[in-house]
């Protein structure tokens, strides 16, 4: 289910509150574009648990972030994933 989100409320390692976007897999720029549509559709308020495995990532997503207004409440980076969790402002 690459680039889908899905809401998670039992899911290991999402918070109970936040929905999924599996971008692994994808290459950039597409988890930045990705991330942005999500964000589009998201209440203001609502998190986002955002897992990519392109390095690029690590870079492009704060970048957005920055870019949008939206925060970034946590990262975190282990078994090939950069993870984003993302408040939408």
Known sequence: MTGTVQDLP???GAPAEAALLDLKGL???LPALKTRKALSRIASGERLSVVCTDPMAGI???NLLRETGDVLEDQQQGDGT???LVRKA
């Open 82 to 84: 950069l993870t984003f």
């Open 60 to 62: 492009d997503i704060p």
């Open 10 to 12: 039992d899911r290991v």
């Open 27 to 29: 290459k950039c720029p």
